[in-house]
């Protein structure tokens, strides 16, 4: 439900302003009506005394409510309906208000009594109101004027508070931005102190501690003997320290004390063990994270919240890590006795490593005395390079924060932050950080309504034919005529794009667009809804020009298409309905269409036929999986559970668990365990398979985070992207709420996906699987060396990870070119800087003749089957 609707569908529960409105409306213009809301029913109650209610209730009957209830579309134009009924003198209107998108979210239901009508003799009830037609008519109008009015008022205060909320956030990230710059600039200081490691120590868990808003943040170290561990240092917000009861604590009642970071929110589901520990210290939520000497864990920092529920932020666990670094570098610094230029050389590493630019300057020398990687790839023109020179030098810029700031050369914008600090060798320097916010911004300016062109042919797209066949059904069924509408597809085309590529393709698409929009009483009624689909909608005007149309269409085929100098033919296959008829729903033209066009398609090609009526067993049993469907999605996506197959990596020639493959499984109450092959096409055509991607999506981060967090940082999860979902508007918000909701390590996440997409898809996929490598997720190019791959697909795509299809690992045995085959993608990879794995492993023979090429991923039967997450993490975790 949009914003709109769901304001309007709020006032069930406050709805003093519509019955305010009503009553008032009612009383000055002699007239009843009452309030509908879309989803809600009666939002307002009868205004009038008991007997005029009883009066208007047996005079306007139900039927007829519902009739004018019925009367508006989303989209049409009209507002404003009027019905007659059983009597002259009764009049009957309808009043319709709508949302943005012209959406109907709610209706007046008016009557009202012809005074000049009333026949004599008939008795009304002596409080009864009564007027005339035009007086009517008049107040109908106003009260259109009125809700329409009432809506705007209310879009634009949700507006505001939503600019609000933002402006707000967005201080708050400033803010944020800044108390972390001046932390970090006290830190830098402490690196270089001569003070005891446990006085600095003290000082940056006190930073920390202040700046993560946790309860205690401390340093446990283990005993030389590796038997206890004390807690040598602790800040704590409150009284409660542990610090006084945490000594000569065996090792074997501390879970984390074994090597691994652990990061445990409040709502993990814990082991027995840390169950045992977490609740002896009152600990609700934890991570522990060991700082290394000589590769064995000497200590442990720990970030606790005692008696108070957190959920840790992936921003909150990577400054943990800085802070762990930096402890981590003063200690080495300590133990060996290094310089000054030895802590730099740390830091130096971790700010290389940093998401965000860092350079230091000295102003009166003009010279920069330290710069990172990103700084450098920010400014690589020399238009930015010159402006930023100036920036950094100009001491005018003391300011803490310059927001705002943008890069003409890359188009790119940044925020600055500036502090003052004192170098190695003691001169006063200034430390100036950039920060790249062109994403924020560009999201910021995105609020275009949703295209209806496609973008390769010009032609209108699905989402427009849909909405004119609605209308267009609408309109006939009010004038008792009929419409039509034909659907077609190039026969072969999958073959054609394979054989002359996609440019060739796309050019024929584009050809056959126009030429069938320049058909006569077809202009501005074709449309592309698909890869290699057409629709032609033929109206009630042009609908004894169908014949004409069809053959014309089809007639287009006959001669052959110039493309590049030279000749190629191809045919269609068409698919014709006329409705009304005993269509009930508009909805239902197109997939009653998509049956008759695969119907001609297995019959003969390069043909057209109508829709036969006996198909509609298919189009139910269609309608009832779409049922079900919706009905699951609607429910939360509960029904659908994920499965995870285990991925190992090669270490040493020896194969390892390092992760898994989520897959999902649909269990229906109706249907029963249902496998992907079965819904995954009805999700993607029904346009759920966004919500049931997401879920899976944040059902494996979850998972793989839980790994993560309990002793396996370096588990990934694998997960299955649909072409569909991959192209939609809101991919990539998505993935990066889910990314934020569960605070996974992006690098943790492949998506994996295969290149199945249909002309003019492409620059749309690479586009989105960009933006999801910048969220800092990983790329696998699933299923490579199936029916549609090609080796193109490796340099147009931005991927990690080859997948070679099953089928090869089943031939290499007995089929050369098989052996041919990986071994020629895995060299080809290993060249490119790309991991390949290979699927459908089932034979120890298979493992062997893998091990010859440089394969570092296996998956398959022979290793394990797809597990439940519980089975999982018995034999994994």
């Not at 005395?369 to 790839?377: P, S, V």
Request: hydrophobic residues 40%.
């Amino acid at each position: 439900m949009d914003s709109t609707s769901r304001l309007i569908n709020e006032l069930e529960v406050n709805n003093d302003d519509l019955q305010s409105l009503q009553d008032s409306f009612c009383k000055a213009n002699d007239m009843y009506m009452i309030c509908i809301g879309r989803k809600h029913g009666q939002l307002t109650s009868f205004s009038g005394s008991k007997p005029e209610e009883d009066f208007v209730d047996a005079n306007f009957p139900e039927s007829l409510r519902k009739e004018l209830i019925e009367s508006f579309v989303d989209g049409a134009p009209e507002n404003i309906v009027d019905r007659a009924g059983t009597e002259d003198y009764f009049l009957y209107r309808g009043v319709a208000f709508r949302g943005e998108k012209d959406e109907v979210v709610g209706k007046w239901l008016c009557f009202a009594v012809d005074k000049e009508k009333v026949p004599a003799g008939i008795q009304l009830p002596a409080t009864l109101r009564t007027t005339t037609p035009a007086q009517l008519d008049k107040a109908i109008s106003l009260l259109e004027t009125l809700s329409k009015h009432y809506v705007a008022t209310i879009l634009r205060n949700e507006q505001l508070k939503k600019k609000l909320s933002q402006t707000q956030s967005e201080e708050k990230e400033v803010e944020n931005k800044l108390i972390k710059n001046e932390m970090m600039t006290e830190i830098l200081r402490l690196m270089e102190s001569e003070d005891s490691f446990t006085n600095v120590a003290n000082e940056i868990l006190s930073f920390a501690g202040k700046y993560i808003e946790c309860t205690n943040t401390a340093l446990v170290q283990m005993s030389v003997d590796g038997v206890t561990a004390d807690m040598i240092l602790e800040w704590s917000m409150g009284e409660d320290k542990l610090s006084p009861i945490f000594h000569g604590v065996p090792v074997k009642e501390l879970p984390f004390m074994n090597g691994k970071p652990y990061t445990i929110s409040s709502d993990a589901a814990l082991p027995d063990a840390f169950v045992d520990f977490f609740g002896k210290y009152a600990i609700k939520s934890a991570i522990l994270l060991p700082i290394n000497v000589d590769e064995e864990a000497a200590m442990y920092l720990c970030f606790l919240s005692i008696k108070q529920d957190r959920q840790w932020t992936v921003d909150e666990i990577r400054f943990s890590n800085d802070i762990k670094n930096i402890l981590h570098s003063i200690l080495i610094k300590k133990i060996t006795a290094n310089s000054l230029a030895g802590s730099y050389s740390a830091l130096e590493s971790i700010l290389q490593n940093a998401g965000y630019g860092v350079v230091v300057v000295d102003s009166e020398q003009k010279q920069i005395l330290y710069k990172n990687d990103t700084f450098g790839d920010m400014f690589d023109n020399s238009i930015d390079s010159v402006a930023v020179e100036e920036l950094i030098f100009n001491e005018n810029y003391s300011l803490s924060e310059l927001n705002g700031y943008s890069a003409n050369g890359s188009g790119k914008w940044f925020d600055i932050s500036v502090a003052d600090i004192r170098w190695v060798d003691s001169r006063e320097v200034r430390l100036i950080t950039f920060y790249d916010t062109t994403d924020i911004r560009n999201y910021q300016k995105k609020a275009e309504k949703q295209a209806q062109t496609d973008t390769l042919t010009g032609l209108f797209n699905r989402q427009a034919c849909e909405k004119d066949i609605a209308m267009e059904y609408h309109i006939t069924t009010k004038l008792n005529k009929e419409f039509a509408v034909l659907m077609f597809d190039i026969d072969n085309f999958t073959n054609m794009n394979q054989g002359l590529g996609y440019r060739i393709g796309d050019d024929l698409l584009e050809f056959i667009a126009h030429s069938i929009d320049e058909i006569s009483y077809v202009k501005g009624k074709c449309y592309r809804i698909g890869g290699d689909e057409f629709a032609v909608l033929v109206d009630h005007e042009n609908i004894k020009n169908l014949d004409i149309i069809t053959k014309r269409i089809m007639n287009l085929f006959d001669n052959p298409w110039v493309l590049d100098d030279k000749e190629h033919y191809c045919t269609i296959s068409m698919g014709g309905l006329k409705a009304p008829g005993n269509i009930t729903d508009a909805s239902a033209i197109l997939t009653r269409l998509t049956i008759a066009l695969h119907s001609t398609k297995d019959k003969s090609r390069n043909s057209f036929q109508f829709y036969d009526e006996e198909a509609d067993v298919i189009v139910v049993e269609k309608q009832e999986l779409e049922d079900d469907l919706k009905k699951a999605v609607k429910h939360g996506c509960r029904e659908f559970v994920v499965y995870y197959q285990p991925i190992m990596e090669f270490v040493g020639g020896v194969p390892s668990c390092c992760g898994a493959e989520a897959l999902v499984r649909w269990e229906s109450p109706e249907r029963g365990l249902v496998m992907p092959s079965g819904f995954i096409k009805e999700a993607e055509e029904q346009n759920l398979i966004g919500d049931i991607g997401h879920y899976v999506l944040l059902e494996a981060a979850k998972s793989c985070k839980h790994w993560n967090d309990f002793g396996h940082p370096e588990y990934k999860i694998n997960v299955n992207i649909s072409p569909v979902q991959l192209v939609q508007k809101d991919f990539v918000d998505r993935l990066d709420a889910v990314l934020k909701q569960t605070a996974i390590n992006p690098k943790n996440l492949t998506l994996e996906i295969a290149d199945d997409f249909g002309p003019g898809v492409l620059p749309k996929a690479v586009k989105a699987l960009d933006a999801a490598r910048a969220l800092g997720c990983r790329v696998a190019l699933d299923n490579f060396g199936a029916a549609n791959s090609a080796l193109n697909d490796i340099k147009a795509l931005p991927i990690d990870t080859i997948k070679i299809d099953r089928a090869y690992a089943k031939d290499m045995q007995g089929d050369t070119f098989a052996q041919s085959f990986v071994k020629t993608v895995s060299e080809l990879a290993n060249s490119v800087d790309v991991d390949v794995c290979v699927e459908g492993v089932e034979e120890d023979k298979q493992v062997t003749m893998i091990g010859d090429y440089p394969i570092n991923l296996v998956q398959g039967f022979f290793f394990d089957k797809p597990l439940s997450k519980e089975e999982f993490g018995k034999k994994y975790i």
